[in-house]
């Protein structure tokens, strides 16, 4: 399968206009990446079914965007009894990266803007999980310093975010504003296509 230039897109914050963007990328993922993404077999139906729960209040979504088609996703939400996400909440993170655009580091990219999200969002502990032989996403967490435990089937990844700085609230804000001007294109590219 031919690779995609990474250079031939952005990541951005996805706003809830972008939920079936979000969801057509959750849906070309093949069943493999399905079954890795959620941890078990995820029909279509199942895979709808989500994304439309996706985009609640205290959901946060970065994606990869290129030519106005998502590409790849890094989703954090809280978790637990401390709903909504925020100080002392505990909060997970999940991602997915289609395949003509793995091993470019978009993965790495997201996980990096997840993790200044849970860190700007007190919370105090950002859970991923994975299938134990998920050897590209444990990579990931370990890059990124995670503890991970193992269980037969499922590896459990865990970072604990440091304390918000000025200048991380101000890289989310910087990030938020510029992808905040992407979306508007994105938006009036695809209303364009639908004209
Ligand atoms: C996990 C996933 C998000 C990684 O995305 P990506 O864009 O390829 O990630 P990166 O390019 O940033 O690479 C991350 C690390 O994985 C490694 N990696 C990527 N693909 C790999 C592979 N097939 N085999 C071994 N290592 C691999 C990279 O080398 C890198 O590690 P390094 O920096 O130590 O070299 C992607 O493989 C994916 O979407 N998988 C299906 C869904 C999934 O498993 N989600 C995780 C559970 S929520």
New binding site residues.
């Given amino acids: 399968m031919a690779q995609a230039s990474v250079s031939n897109g952005v990541l951005r914050r996805l706003l809830a206009a972008d939920l079936s963007g979000f969801r057509d990328h959750l849906l070309r993922l093949d069943s493999a ?1 399905r079954r ?2 959620f941890g078990m077999e995820a029909p279509d139906a199942f895979v709808e079914a989500y994304a439309d729960r996706c985009f609640g209040i205290d959901d946060v979504i970065y994606g990869f965007v290129s030519e106005g088609v998502v590409r ?1 996703a890094g989703e954090l939400r809280g978790i637990g009894h401390n709903l909504p996400l925020g100080i002392g909440a505990s909060a997970e993170a ?4 289609e395949v003509e ?8 990219r997201l996980m990096s803007r997840i993790v200044r999200a849970a860190r700007n969002r007190r919370a105090e502990v950002l859970y ?1 999980s ?1 299938l134990a032989n ?4 444990l ?2 967490a370990r ?1 990124f310093s995670a503890q991970l435990r193992y269980e037969p089937q499922a590896a459990l990844g865990e970072i604990a975010p440091r304390a918000p700085t000025p200048a991380t609230y101000l890289g989310e804000a910087a990030d938020d504003f510029t992808g905040f001007a992407t979306a508007m294109m994105d938006l009036q590219r695809r209303g364009a296509e639908l004209r």
Avoid: D
């Fill in positions: 990446s890795s993404r790849a999940a991602f997915s990266v655009w793995r091993r470019q580091g978009i993965g790495a991923m994975c998920n050897e590209p996403m990579r990931l890059k």
